[in-house]
């Protein structure tokens, strides 16, 4: 390979932000690709033959709020990446996608003393401050130094390096519940302060480019956003950005849906789509407990949650539309369309059916943040049972694994995703202490 010059994307304090870009054709078949320096470490990625689909890892969640839960629960905090690097080692992956939650970044309240300060300020002070300098460069050198230590984790590096990634932010990769807190403490100088250096620093560290320079990839940045689309032979993969324009309100800005229909048109020809939703859009219906904890006092963090999520009540006129414009598509342009998801801790499989058109959800998630309870479980098993109407000519319904009888898998899990001959997708969720993964084809 021919030699490639570096290019200085970013600067913090004595720390500087490399990037080397370069593209590999496809051959006729499946090659062994290395690069690396003259006289340091070399790498080696595997790249499809040009007929080829794509073997593909989907993980999510790889972290926790609280580290200490790992030596709690007697985990090892990385067992999952050690799993699915084995896996890779003896049948290479060729992408590797991340849905959600790539780091937590939640120990910024406690890590950074300005912002520590800050948060003990009455409510009608807090929103009212500025943000200062200081706030700036301790919460900048707290991202950097943080993705820097997750980017450091043995057994996810060594797939990182290994693996082509293509990642998508949630609220963790800036803060818990970002974008579902109140208008007024959302838009305050201090809240979009962070933001900004939040949102700098995934795309550095996950996208590999400055933000006012994205890849031709983003597709979203005309306004604003990381959406991201793909195209790979007839595999179409599109990664819309929930998270940058959120609010209490929406989900995506009117300007990203003037936009949405426009992007689709872009994977006229494949044969199937898969679309990276970091919220699920296959999921128990939960508006009656969203209703019922804003009367409940000390319950503000789990009415964040519920609110992160596209079932949520109040996007219910949102989650619908998508729906109908997600499913036009595969019905007019015959294509199959896969939404992979992650963020609620737990494996599942589930169906949205409508005129012309059938849309399965595979749920894979964490790979390292650990499972819920079993009472959490139980109580979404049993909210999730029957098929739900959720709009004229169009249900919902939670798939139950054959292997297991239930909706949920509730420990850590990957998901693995190939193509079989006759274009079928095989899903093959790789579970914390099962010997066989539990499998579904679509």
Known sequence: MLPIPPRHIATLGKRHVWRWEFAVPRAEDETRVGYGFPDGSRWYMTVPGRAAMPRIAYTACNGTEDEDVFSQQNLPRNARWGHLNGLHRTRPYHLLFHGGDQLYADALWKDCPSLKAWQALPARDAVAAPFTSAMA????????????????????AALLCTVPSIMMWDDHDIFDGWGSHPDERRTCPVFQGIFEIARRSFSLFQLGCAPDDPADCIWGASVGTFTQGFKIGDLGIFVPDLRT????????????????????????????VLLMSSVPMVFANLHAVERLINFWPGTASMEDDLRDQWRSYVHEKEYLRFIRLLGGMSRDRQLRLTVLSGEIHLGACGVIRGAGFEMWQLTSSGIVHPAPSKFYADVLERLSRGTETIATDTTLEMVPFEETGRRYIRARNWLELTFDEAGHLNAHWQVEGEKEPLMRII
Do not use: I, K, N
């Open 245 to 272: 324009e959120r609010t209490q309100a929406r989900v995506m800005s009117e300007e990203t849906w003037t936009e949405l229909p426009g992007w689709l048109e872009r994977f006229d020809g494949c044969r199937h």
């Open 137 to 156: 460069e301790e919460a900048e050198a707290f991202y950097f130094d943080l993705y820097c230590h997750q980017w450091s984790q043995a057994e996810a």
